[in-house]
Structure formats: C-alpha cells, structure tokens
C-alpha cells in the first residue's frame, strides 16, 4: 500500500509569491499522481493529474512536476483564491491522498 | 453540465446502517466508474469505495471492507453506498466522486454529512 506524504503541512505566504507544495510516495508510481485545491466547505477541484497535465479550467499558474517518488505543485504567482488547501492522490488501488498542504495568507 | 447530488445522510447510532445515493446527470453514467470519497471533520480525503461501470468490480478501502457495500443502477443513474456497522470513526462528509479515465476524480457532488454518535 502506497504513502504518500505532503510538505509542508502549513505554508505562509503573500500574494504575488512563488508557492512550492512536495507530495513524496513511499514506492514509485510513475507518474501517476493528481493534485486537488479544497476550499472550507467545497468539494475538492482537480489541477493536475498524470503528475504534470492541467486539467480543463486550470489557470496556467499551476504546474505540477515529478515523476518516482517525488513530485511538486507550483504555484507561480499567488492570486487571493488560491490560499486553499492541496491534496495529492495516487492512481493506484487502494487509492491514497496526502495529508494535505494548508497555503495560508502571510 | 455535469451534476452529482448526494443524499441519505444523518445522524445514526453506533451499530447502525445507513445508504446513501447519489444521483447523476449530465453526462452518460453507464460510460464510468464511481466512486466514494470521505473527510472526517477537519481532516483530509480518505477514497473508499470504487464500483466500474457495469458493477463488475468493486473495490473497498479497508476501513470499510465489510461493512460498506457500493453499488449503482444505471437506468436511474444512481450511485449507492449501504454503510452497515457503523463506528464514531465513519462520521464524515461523504462526496460521490466521477473520474477523468478512471482513477483521477474530475467531479464531485456537495457531499451528504453522516454523523454516527449515541
């Protein structure tokens, strides 16, 4: 069964900023890895799927990277919406998410 | 436009059972899997149950391996999960869930909060 562990757990940061969020597996998966944006009281919203594909609607400001082990969201420029919080996912059975990234306002 | 509208939820006593639906429309249910996804209060997502599109395979997390059952109607395009057993720990949001191919979670209903407590 695949872990994955999410760094940071909280992440301060100011609009305009350069936000860098790590998901590491506990065995390689490829690159078959998804990230997740949940707001309070919303359902999660796909970015990133296949570790670097922006799925439909996603804002250019979001890039994923990595392959094996160790993967990351970008977040080039921070917009007021986007202090949320992240969650990867593998594509394996059993499916697994992160413990998830809190990006909060500095 | 693709909608899920889960329902069912509520509070329930330890020990007890509880199905709940999730209805679908806006796209053809009969062409993708499902799947539940849950958050306890607070915490992250936690997958728990896959169904394919025929009913052919099913797949549990094993915190609910025996105790939850899914399973869907394709005429009604509905989507069900009967929680039987339940535990203080299953008390949760619980979110239908259809994916982008299989696997990847592209939609996903406004969840249906189920609260188990004596």
């Known amino acids: 069964e695949i872990v994955l562990t999410q760094s940071p757990a909280t992440l301060s940061l100011s609009p305009g900023e350069r936000a860098t969020l790590s998901c590491r597996a506990s065995q390689s998966i490829s690159s078959y890895l998804a990230w997740y944006q949940q707001k309070p009281g919303q359902a999660p919203r796909l970015l990133i799927y296949d570790a670097s594909d922006r799925a439909t609607g996603i804002p250019a400001r979001f890039s994923g990277s990595g392959s094996g082990t160790e993967f990351t969201l970008t977040i080039s420029s921070l917009e007021p919406e986007d202090f949320a919080t992240y969650y990867c996912?593998?594509?394996?059975?059993?499916?697994?998410f992160g413990q998830g990234t809190r990006l909060e306002i500095k | 436009e693709v909608r899920l509208v889960e329902s069912g939820g509520g509070l329930v006593q330890p020990g007890g059972s509880l199905t709940l639906s999730c209805a679908a429309s806006?796209?053809?249910?009969?062409?993708?899997?499902m799947n539940w996804v849950r958050q306890a209060p607070g915490k992250g997502l936690e997958w728990i149950s896959y169904?394919?599109?025929?009913?052919?395979?099913?797949y549990y997390a094993d915190s609910v391996k025996g105790r939850f059952t899914i399973s869907r109607d394709n005429a009604k395009n509905s989507l069900y999960l009967q929680m039987d057993s339940l535990r203080d720990d299953d008390t949760a949001v619980y979110y239908c869930?259809?994916?982008?191919?299989?696997?990847?979670?592209?939609?996903w209903g406004q969840g249906t909060l189920v609260t188990v407590s004596a």
């Open positions: 806006g796209f053809s249910f009969s062409s993708y899997s």
């Open positions: 169904i394919s599109m025929r009913s052919s395979t099913r």
């Open positions: 996912q593998n594509r394996d059975n059993p499916i697994a």
């Open positions: 869930a259809r994916p982008r191919g299989v696997y990847y979670f592209e939609y």
